[in-house]
């Protein structure tokens, strides 16, 4: 999972957290790792520590609590490697940028229970601002890096067409929908990249209305599934649900099928609230029956979006390993814990 940070933000606000403390040398706090020089202070790993166990319903021992130290410091190490990078390509967004991301996080919540927010955990504005900066450098270096090289060309569209034709015989109308889920339950297991988790009903609340809020401003829904989405089962796949038959929609209910039948391709489903959690649905694209071919510029779209997004998950794997390869990292705390065992 080395590059779990690559997409999205981190929940709201949790290394934003950790800015609060940057900077702060406390007496005796010293330095967890250092990045081709750069210190990671220890504060940092230890405000993100509590940060992620505050809300939790009990708290870890020594072993656990340095597991959970092990992969902040793991996380904050491929952050400054990456941020490095992002200097040295002299790569940064504009304000306005930032300016448009602050507002899909905040989503549909008004400015003083946004702030609110932020000041319960912790959090101040300012520290949010340069942690969306820092996340949307991420993203422009890897879109200087990476995107372009997973681009497909037409020959093989047209052979992954050739070698699944039968897949394009639509015997009944069919939707493709996509899907993220957010759940208050702090027992529950993720996969996403940002290996970001809402504990409690609150934050599942907030957290929904942030991703519904930057869906709504355009960003990708599938990059957004696989950074923040909680569903174990489709995350990896960007929260794609694949086609359903119009006949299975029923299984969602009545109400959800009429939604979905009415929507224009791209457009999204309000959140469904349910026992389970929040569930955001986005209507990715329809078939009618017959044999489609890619003289339909839907069937084009979708094979390409599924190779180029294969080649994109692999070769950001590959950029971000061959980062961390060339990097100088010491990571005293790595020390520390092997030789709390000797």
Same mark, same amino acid.
């Given at each position: 999972?080395?590059?779990?940070?690559?997409?999205?933000?981190?929940?709201?606000?949790?290394?934003?957290?950790?800015?609060?403390?940057?900077?702060?040398?406390?007496?005796?706090?010293?330095? =967890? +790792?250092?990045?081709?020089?750069? *210190? !990671? $202070? %220890?504060?940092?790993? @230890? /405000?993100?520590?509590?940060?992620?166990?505050?809300?939790?319903?009990?708290?870890?021992?020594?072993? =656990? +609590?340095?597991?959970?130290?092990? *992969? !902040? $410091? %793991?996380?904050?190490? @491929? /952050?400054?490697?990456?941020?490095?990078?992002?200097?040295?390509?002299?790569?940064?967004?504009?304000? =306005?940028?930032?300016?448009?991301?602050?507002?899909?996080?905040?989503?549909?919540?008004?400015?003083?229970?946004?702030?609110?927010?932020?000041?319960?955990?912790?959090?101040?504005?300012?520290?949010?601002?340069?942690?969306?900066?820092?996340?949307?450098?991420?993203?422009?270096?890897?879109?200087?890096?990476?995107?372009?090289?997973?681009?497909?060309?037409?020959?093989?569209?047209?052979?992954?067409?050739?070698?699944?034709?039968?897949?394009?015989?639509?015997?009944?109308?069919?939707?493709?929908?996509?899907?993220?889920?957010?759940?208050?339950?702090?027992?529950?297991?993720?996969?996403?990249?940002?290996?970001?988790?809402?504990?409690?009903?609150?934050?599942?609340?907030?957290?929904?209305?942030?991703?519904?809020?930057?869906?709504?401003?355009?960003?990708?829904?599938?990059?957004?599934?696989?950074?923040?989405?909680?569903?174990?089962?489709?995350?990896?796949?960007?929260?794609?649900?694949?086609?359903?038959?119009?006949?299975?929609?029923?299984?969602?209910?009545?109400?959800?099928?009429?939604?979905?039948?009415?929507?224009?391709?791209?457009?999204?489903?309000?959140?469904?609230?349910?026992?389970?959690?929040?569930?955001?649905?986005?209507?990715?694209?329809?078939?009618?029956?017959?044999?489609?071919?890619?003289?339909?510029?839907?069937?084009?779209?979708?094979?390409?979006?599924?190779?180029?997004?294969?080649?994109?998950?692999?070769?950001?794997?590959?950029?971000?390993?061959?980062?961390?390869?060339?990097?100088?990292?010491?990571?005293?705390?790595?020390?520390?814990?092997?030789?709390?065992?000797?």
């Amino acid at each position: 999972m080395q590059n779990r940070f690559l997409l999205g933000l981190v929940v709201l606000v949790s290394l934003a957290a950790g800015c609060n403390k940057q900077g702060q040398q406390a007496a005796g706090g010293g330095v =967890a +790792a250092r990045v081709n020089g750069k *210190e !990671i $202070l %220890r504060s940092e790993v @230890e /405000a993100q520590f509590a940060f992620r166990i505050k809300d939790a319903p009990q708290k870890p021992d020594a072993e =656990a +609590a340095n597991l959970v130290k092990l *992969e !902040i $410091l %793991r996380d904050l190490i @491929e /952050a400054e490697i990456m941020n490095q990078k992002a200097a040295q390509l002299k790569v940064a967004p504009g304000d =306005a940028e930032i300016a448009a991301r602050l507002k899909a996080v905040q989503g549909e919540v008004s400015d003083a229970e946004f702030n609110k927010t932020l000041d319960a955990r912790g959090v101040k504005p300012e520290d949010l601002k340069k942690e969306i900066a820092r996340t949307l450098t991420v993203e422009k270096v890897v879109e200087n890096q990476v995107r372009n090289k997973a681009k497909v060309s037409d020959q093989e569209l047209t052979d992954f067409y050739t070698k699944n034709k039968e897949v394009f015989n639509v015997k009944e109308n069919l939707y493709r929908l996509g899907v993220i889920a957010v759940t208050g339950d702090p027992g529950g297991q993720v996969n996403n990249l940002t290996n970001d988790k809402a504990l409690n009903p609150a934050m599942a609340t907030t957290k929904m209305q942030a991703i519904e809020g930057r869906a709504k401003m355009g960003e990708d829904f599938a990059q957004l599934a696989r950074a923040l989405s909680e569903d174990p089962q489709t995350t990896q796949a960007g929260g794609d649900l694949g086609y359903q038959p119009e006949s299975s929609l029923d299984r969602f209910g009545p109400q959800f099928k009429a939604q979905v039948m009415k929507l224009k391709v791209g457009d999204l489903v309000p959140v469904i609230r349910t026992e389970e959690g929040l569930w955001l649905f986005k209507l990715t694209g329809r078939r009618e029956p017959g044999q489609h071919d890619l003289s339909n510029a839907e069937v084009k779209l979708s094979i390409r979006e599924e190779l180029e997004g294969r080649r994109q998950q692999l070769l950001t794997a590959a950029f971000s390993e061959q980062l961390h390869n060339e990097a100088r990292i010491e990571n005293f705390l790595v020390g520390e814990v092997l030789a709390s065992f000797k």
